[in-house]
C-alpha cells in the first residue's frame, strides 16, 4: 500500500475513530447464531401474524357444522378444526397475532412507567425515592393474579384493558432495574458537567441519565414480552383473558387441553407455537445481554 494513498488514510481514521458501544454490540449480537437464526424465526413468526390471516381461505370464527374434529390435512384444513369446525390454522394465527400484541403493548406500557419511575426515584433520592419505593414494594406484596383480577373487574374484560392490566401488573421489576442504573450513574462526571451547565431535574433525565439505561432496559424489554405472553396465556387458560370468539395462544391451549383425548392436534400446534415464540424472545435475550455485557468488550 502506497504511503498517503487514499486507502491508507481510510484505514487510520477508522483506527483512530474505533468502533462505537452499539457498532461494537451489534457485531458481537451478529456472531450469535442462536440469536440471529431467532430473529429470523421471530420475523417470519410476525409476518405469519400480520399476513397470514389473510391468506388462509377461513376466517377465524367462522362455524362449520359439517367440518367438526376434522384431523390435519383433511377437508382442506391444513391444520384441522376444532370441536366446532372452526379452522385450527386461522385461529391459530389470530392467536398468534393477539398474543404477540399483548406482549408488546403490554410490555409498551410496563416500559413507559417503570423508566419514568425508576430514573425519577434513582436520581432525586431522598424521601421521594423511599416513598415511590415502598409503593413499588407494597404493589410487590399482592399476588399477580389477584391485582389483575382487580383490574379487569373493576373496568371490564375489554382486551385492550388486559394489555393495560398486565402492563400494570410488569412495571414493578423495571422500576427497579432502572432505578439501580440511575443510582449508579447520578453522580457520573458527565451528569455533573449537566448539572454546572444549568439544565433541570427533567432535562438531566431526559437527556443524560435514559440514554445511558438502553442496554439493561432493552435486554429486560425483550425478556418481558415472554413473561407477558406466559402471563395473558395463564389468564386466558383460566378464561378471566381474550375472550370468545377472539382467540389467544392462551385460550387456543385450554381449548385444546380440553379436547386432548378427542382431537391432540388442538393442543400440539398452539403450544409449538407458543414453545417456538418463547424461545425466540429469550435467545434474543440472551445475546443482547451478552453483546452489551461490558465485561466482554
Avoid: C
Avoid at 17 to 24: A, E, N, T, V, Y
Avoid at 41 to 66: C, E, I, N, S
Avoid at 164 to 183: D, H, K, N, P, Y
Avoid at 217 to 244: K, M, N, R
Amino acid at each position: 500500500m502506497i504511503p498517503g494513498s487514499p486507502q491508507r488514510k481510510a484505514l487510520l481514521e477508522n483506527a483512530v475513530k474505533g468502533r462505537s458501544l452499539w457498532d461494537d454490540a451489534r457485531r458481537r449480537l451478529m456472531r450469535n447464531r442462536a440469536a440471529v437464526a431467532s430473529m429470523v424465526v421471530l420475523a417470519v413468526m410476525v409476518t405469519l401474524a400480520v399476513v397470514g390471516p389473510f391468506l388462509v381461505p377461513f376466517h377465524y370464527d367462522t362455524v362449520t357444522k359439517t367440518d367438526v374434529w376434522m384431523s390435519p390435512m383433511t377437508g382442506g384444513h391444513l391444520l384441522g378444526t376444532d370441536s366446532l369446525g372452526r379452522d385450527l390454522l386461522a385461529r391459530l394465527l389470530a392467536g398468534l397475532g393477539v398474543s404477540l400484541a399483548i406482549g408488546v403493548v403490554a410490555t409498551s406500557v410496563s416500559l413507559l412507567i417503570g423508566v419514568v419511575w425508576g430514573s425519577v426515584a434513582g436520581y432525586l433520592g431522598g424521601r421521594l425515592d423511599e416513598v415511590m419505593m415502598r409503593v413499588v414494594d407494597t404493589l410487590y406484596s399482592l399476588p399477580f393474579i389477584f391485582f389483575v383480577i382487580l383490574l379487569m373487574v373493576t373496568f371490564g374484560r375489554n382486551i385492550f384493558l388486559i394489555f393495560l392490566a398486565i402492563g400494570a401488573v410488569e412495571w414493578l421489576t423495571m422500576s427497579r432495574i432502572v432505578r439501580g442504573q440511575t443510582l449508579s450513574l447520578k453522580d457520573k462526571e458527565f451528569i455533573e458537567a449537566a448539572r454546572a451547565a444549568g439544565l433541570s431535574s427533567g432535562q438531566i433525565i431526559a437527556r443524560h441519565i435514559v440514554p445511558n439505561l438502553l442496554g439493561p432496559v432493552v435486554v429486560y424489554v425483550t425478556l418481558t414480552i415472554p413473561a407477558v405472553i406466559i402471563a395473558e396465556s395463564f389468564l386466558s387458560f383460566l378464561g378471566l383473558g381474550v375472550q370468545p370468539p377472539m382467540a389467544s395462544l392462551g385460550t387456543l391451549i385450554a381449548t385444546g387441553a380440553q379436547d386432548m383425548e378427542m382431537a391432540p392436534w388442538l393442543l400440539i400446534f398452539p403450544s409449538l407455537t407458543m414453545i417456538v415464540t418463547l424461545m425466540a424472545f429469550n435467545f434474543i435475550g440472551d445475546g443482547l445481554r451478552d453483546a452489551l455485557d461490558p465485561k466482554d468488550r
